[in-house]
């Protein structure tokens, strides 16, 4: 525990010399984090955006696989409307704007 005492006191010694003499680079140091926040939240700032209020995407509870119904014999068939069905509710998500 001597040792570590010691060594952190010497590291500590050695940082506030390098502290002292380098006051420039002190500078540097503090400001670049905040110059690059500030940086980096203009930029955002200038991305425009579009919120969507009307979609409702836990609605859209398939892939971009044909939808696979049962018949009255129990039999699993895609049929064209249930294709059909499947591209109207894609293009709605998909479609920018829409109701």
Known sequence: MGTFVRHFKALNKKNWINYKRTPLG???ELC???VLCLVLFSIKLRIPY????????SMLNHGLYPVI???????YKVTLQSLMEQVDVLNGFM????P
């Open 26 to 28: 002190n500078c540097v």
């Open 32 to 34: 670049c984090p905040i």
């Open 50 to 57: 579009t919120v969507f209020t009307n979609m409702d995407f």
């Open 69 to 75: 119904k049962q018949n009255r014999e129990g039999e």
């Open 95 to 98: 479609t920018v704007g829409s």
